[in-house]
């Protein structure tokens, strides 16, 4: 039961990510001048990814529970310091 409602919370949250940049898409296109492909296609590419990762994070939580602290852990620093680096 909560294995199908945390599969439904993560598709809903990419479907409703798809949803608003199909919505918004003229704003979305004058806020964004630097894309590689299409603001929007890279909108969707990038929410899937995510998408893909919360599935990996929540299969690493039922199998080895310690191992996914580690992952996010991983995960959270690289981030920042993407962060850094590209401003």
Request: net charge positive.
């Amino acid at each position: 039961m909560m294995k199908r409602l945390i599969f439904w919370i993560g598709l809903s949250i990419f479907i409703g990510w798809s949803i608003s940049i199909l919505v918004n898409y003229p704003v979305y296109v004058q806020q964004t001048n630097y894309t590689l492909i299409n603001s929007m296609v890279e909108g969707i590419l990038f929410m899937a990814v995510m998408l893909g990762i919360y599935f990996f994070i929540i299969r690493t939580v039922e199998k080895k529970p310690n191992l996914a602290s580690i992952q996010l852990l991983v995960g959270g620093v690289a981030s920042l310091i993407l962060a850094v680096v590209l401003l």
